[in-house]
T-cell receptor
Framework: AQSVSQHNHHVILSEAASLELGCNYSYGGTVNLFWYVQYPGQHLQLLLKYFSGDPLVKGIKGFEAEFIKSKFSFNLRKPSVQWSDTAEYFCAVNGNTGGFKTIFGAGTRLFVKA | SAVISQKPSRDICQRGTSLTIQCQVDSQVTMMFWYRQQPGQSLTLIATANQGSEATYESGFVIDKFPISRPNLTFSTLTVSNMSPEDSSIYLC????????????FGPGTRLTVL
């Protein structure tokens, strides 16, 4: 079955701490991988995506993610978080099977203390 | 990219009534989707709406309860019919410009409360 698993539901960090949010997926066929972010009171927006090529992708606001095919993982990282990174982060996958629909993880709520 | 607007942004409705949510995209898109997001939970896909064909519903969602229209490439509606308090949720519209698997762009959501 197609699924996305995010390891942490809630993360609390202090400013300048490093961040890594885990994401594993189960999906047959070629995959596209995404991280979406939802800031408080705002709508979901794309943080970064991987379709092909370099497995290390860089997104907005200093975020990056690494696709490790052998581990079915797409972890999100940021070397130094800011208070403004407080948000909910969703990992997602789609591909050329399953009618192109996107499967979302349960989300990780990140709170950054100033 | 695509900019998506939804109306209404929120509503409080009585049990047994119906509400139609509108979703407008600022450019022509191939695929549109409707999701439900319960508080503190992830997105659950209700259906995929493609122009010129019937919507495709996910398991647990039926057309009688959630009829969808997709009259053109920039607009879609979702109706929540015969509402009960269990339908209280945020309903999200999203759109994907591509033909197949692609990035999705999301609307701001409609927060529905059913009394």
């Amino acid at each position: 079955a197609q699924s996305v698993s995010q390891h942490n539901h809630h993360v609390i960090l202090s400013e300048a701490a490093s961040l890594e949010l885990g994401c594993n997926y189960s999906y047959g066929g070629t995959v596209n991988l995404f991280w979406y972010v939802q800031y408080p009171g705002q709508h979901l927006q794309l943080l970064l995506k991987y379709f092909s090529g370099d497995p290390l992708v860089k997104g907005i606001k200093g975020f990056e993610a690494e696709f490790i095919k052998s581990k079915f993982s797409f972890n999100l990282r940021k070397p130094s978080v800011q208070w403004s990174d407080t948000a909910e982060y969703f990992c997602a996958v789609n591909g050329n099977t399953g009618g192109f629909k996107t499967i979302f993880g349960a989300g990780t709520r990140l709170f950054v203390k100033a | 990219s695509a900019v998506i607007s939804q109306k209404p942004s929120r509503d409080i409705c009585q049990r047994g009534t119906s509400l139609t949510i509108q979703c407008q995209v600022d450019s022509q898109v191939t695929m549109m989707f409707w999701y439900r997001q319960q508080p503190g939970q992830s997105l659950t896909l209700i259906a995929t709406a493609n122009q010129g064909s019937e919507a495709t519903y996910e398991s647990g969602f039926v057309i009688d309860k959630f009829p969808i229209s997709r009259p053109n490439l920039t607009f879609s509606t979702l109706t929540v019919s015969n509402m009960s308090p269990e339908d209280s949720s945020i309903y999200l519209c999203s759109a994907s410009p591509g033909q197949g698997a692609d990035t999705q762009y999301f609307g701001p959501g409609t927060r529905l409360t059913v009394l």
